[in-house]
């Protein structure tokens, strides 16, 4: 009873430290060259990772790998679309949204916090984060003194700052630094934007200390830097950069706020994977001229669902981003360190003096025997009410963000010829009176087609689109869904329209019931049921499909695609429960049933 008592009282007096702890407020400063804590020199060793792509039950388990391997800090995007679920309603409490908690678990792991909660943020994001129901507005222009997009970001940026302000260091949180845009000389030059969006953050509460981030070019540092802004090089790899970075400001500090570990990945590409002795070349450098740095991302996660965003670099060019964001970091995206970790946390242990903690164990791996699917039913069966409307219109004039949309019509006048699309966005299936004819890529602008002669009078045709993620950076971002313009056939423009809008929501597709089989052929939902004894990660191995999406017990993991390189998607072990699961998998392309399996890695 005694040693009871008295271990009671030594977790009341540990916890009441933490508290205390938690409760210290700090001074986080800057002079020209350096940063200060408390008025101290201090270095930030920092490695990103983002709260909305990592399953809320391993967040800390990554922020504690984050400081095994040396980091002192912890930079975060926090995604505007993520928490604006819908125009004017806010979401910072539910499952991953929780960004207050995700924020005070870096604290109670001892991690400091760089926020970064956009507006826009690339990140390979869906939109770089903004919210698609500004693209219902035909001449919406982003990220400038828009009054549309103004009073948009003015809602988002007075609802996030509630939940931050608490957090400052200055109020007895963890964030030490706030950015006030991102990479915005890689976009634009309006200056009145940048200084209107830092004083917003200012009246919000969110008194920095600031900083910005961009590319470490004179033109990019003129048009992306905020005056009194701490300047973050993206990347600051070289004297070079910082030399830059000081010609522009030289009463700031600046800063590495993107070093690269690894790089991005599009389907149809090979896994990216970056020189590792010239990260450990660059690594050095920043270490042994005592500059900070963030790593992006020191752990990647999972563009679960339909987060993943794209790039464009010409009007006709296309690249999606594939599902898993692995990025070939420290960290995997199932949690384990890499040779590259153990290779970085070496690295920075000569070069601090605080205690780095052991490497904590890994997250439990399952494999899941072979689950064998059938067909249920097929998009085509499980149409909704459509829209009558003279010409197409994309997803977003709709309040439709991804997904997959149909439109309908009957070739009148022409009726076979060269059909031709303006613009596909971005995967189209063209079919008459059934029959699947051809398929639209968006990416290279080769969006004509032949249409066969039919035997009907007045041919039906369908042209289903499936959207894969609007472009997150540059001058292409007005990326709408679906068909943005028109159809021609022989130059002829295709009027009157059935619009039938197919969003594949996780809740309309686990309500889906099984049809009778007859006809289900391209676009066809295959479910499978399978017990488990016990939980854990798994990939799930899609490479025995084509194309399409994949939803565990209603949690939709993301897109594949045969064309890879991804051909497995990450499951965590909070969407398996012992017992009885099912999965559904749909895909656009293939007419037989395959099995899938789990796996307990990525490749």
Not at 246 to 259: I, Q, R
């Amino acid at each position: 009873m005694f040693l009871q008592k008295r271990i009671l009282l030594v977790s009341c007096f540990l916890l009441g430290l933490i508290q205390l702890q938690a409760q210290q407020k700090h001074v986080f400063s800057f002079d020209k060259t350096q940063f200060m804590l408390d008025g101290k020199p201090f270095r930030i060793i920092s490695g990103e990772m983002h709260p909305a792509r990592i399953p809320k039950e391993y967040w800390r388990h990554r922020i504690q790998m984050a400081k095994a391997m040396g980091c002192n800090t912890i930079a975060a995007y926090f995604f505007w679309n993520y928490h604006e679920i819908k125009e004017g309603v806010f979401d910072f409490k539910t499952g991953n949204r929780n960004i207050a908690e995700f924020i005070k678990i870096c604290q109670e792991e001892g991690m400091w916090v760089m926020a970064r909660p956009g507006p826009y943020v690339c990140a390979e994001w869906d939109w770089g984060g903004l919210p698609t129901y500004l693209l219902k507005i035909p001449d919406i222009k982003i990220r400038c003194m828009d009054d549309r997009y103004m009073a948009a970001l003015k809602r988002y940026v007075t609802a996030i700052s509630k939940e931050l302000k608490p957090l400052l260091c200055n109020n007895g949180g963890p964030i030490i630094l706030t950015q006030v845009e991102n990479e915005y000389g890689s976009y634009a030059n309006d200056k009145v934007y940048l200084k209107t969006l830092k004083k917003l953050w200012e009246q919000n509460g969110i008194t920095g200390p600031f900083y910005t981030a961009d590319g470490p070019t004179d033109f990019m540092l003129d048009a992306g830097n905020v005056e009194g802004a701490a300047i973050g090089l993206d990347s600051g790899s070289n004297d070079e950069n910082f030399d830059a970075a000081t010609k522009h400001n030289p009463n700031v500090p600046a800063f590495s706020s993107e070093t690269y570990p690894g790089w991005l990945t599009h389907w149809k590409e090979n896994w990216q994977r970056p020189d590792t002795n010239g990260l450990k070349k660059e690594i050095e450098y920043l270490l042994k001229n005592n500059r900070s740095f963030n790593l992006y991302v020191i752990h990647g996660g999972t563009n679960f669902g339909f987060t993943a965003g794209a790039n464009a670099f010409s009007p006709t060019q296309f690249q999606p981003d594939i599902t898993s964001y692995d990025y070939d970091a420290p960290i995997n995206e199932q949690g384990n360190a890499t040779p590259k970790y153990y290779m970085l946390r070496n690295l920075i242990s000569k070069y601090v003096s605080y205690k780095i903690p052991d490497v904590p164990a890994p997250i439990k791996t399952i494999t899941i025997a072979p689950i064998q699917l059938s067909a249920i039913s097929a998009v085509w069966k499980e149409l909704p009410q459509p829209i009558a409307s003279p010409q197409p219109k994309p997803m977003e004039y709709y309040n439709q963000n991804q997904g997959l949309i149909l439109y309908r019509t009957k070739l009148i006048g022409h009726k076979s010829g060269t059909l031709t699309i303006t613009e596909p966005h971005d995967f189209a299936m063209v079919f008459i009176d059934g029959k699947l004819i051809d398929t639209i890529h968006r990416d290279g602008g080769r969006w004509s087609i032949k249409i066969p002669r039919s035997d009907s009078k007045d041919p039906q045709l369908d042209i289903l689109v499936e959207g894969m993620g609007h472009i997150n950076f540059a001058q292409y971002m007005i990326d709408r869904k679906g068909i943005t313009d028109r159809v021609t056939l022989n130059g002829m423009t295709l009027m009157d329209w059935q619009t039938y809008l197919l969003p594949m929501d996780e809740k309309t597709v686990a309500a889906i019931k099984p049809k009778y089989p007859e006809g289900l052929q391209n676009g066809v939902f295959y479910k499978g049921n399978f017990n488990l004894t016990e939980t854990g990660d798994t990939y799930f191995d899609m490479s025995k499909y084509s194309r399409g999406i994949v939803y565990v017990n209603g949690h939709n993991l993301g897109r594949y695609w045969n064309v890879g390189p991804q051909q497995r998607l990450y499951c965590p072990a909070g969407w398996l429960k012992k017992g009885a699961n099912d999965i559904v998998v749909f895909d656009l392309l293939q007419n037989t049933a395959a099995s899938v399996e789990g796996k307990k890695e990525l490749e």
